[in-house]
């Protein structure tokens, strides 16, 4: 069983930083056999893609609304994904997901396991 735990969220004003992490557990499970994406679900509103990162981390793909602002990166010793969030704005209040699939990509359908989100809420 594939257990992700997503933390780190918080209330921050507009132009501050945030960094999730996603822990992941499981018997035979290790991170450094699948991609890793997080996506993101404002209220009222669909879960989007936000950034994915490569089994070795040498490729990321990020939404357009975050390039330049929001940073993906993992620690596979650690069975650990991180986003790093700077800059951040009011419309990137959302509940943010991390998940576990094949390959790096924006398609929710291509992550097998996720974890149950954390709250980011900015002020403006």
Known sequence: ????????????????????????????????????????????????????????GGSTVYADSVKGRFTISRDNAKNTVYLQMNSLKPEDTAIYYCAAGTYANTFERAYAYWGQGTQVSVSS
Request: aromatic share 8%; with cysteine; proline share 2%.
């Open 1 to 56: 069983q594939v257990q992700l735990v997503a933390s780190g969220g918080g209330l921050v004003q507009a132009g501050g930083s945030l960094r999730l992490s996603c822990a992941a557990s499981g018997r035979t499970f290790s991170i450094s056999s699948t991609a890793m994406g997080w996506f993101r679900q404002a209220p009222g509103k669909e879960r989007e893609f936000v950034a994915a990162i490569s089994k070795s």
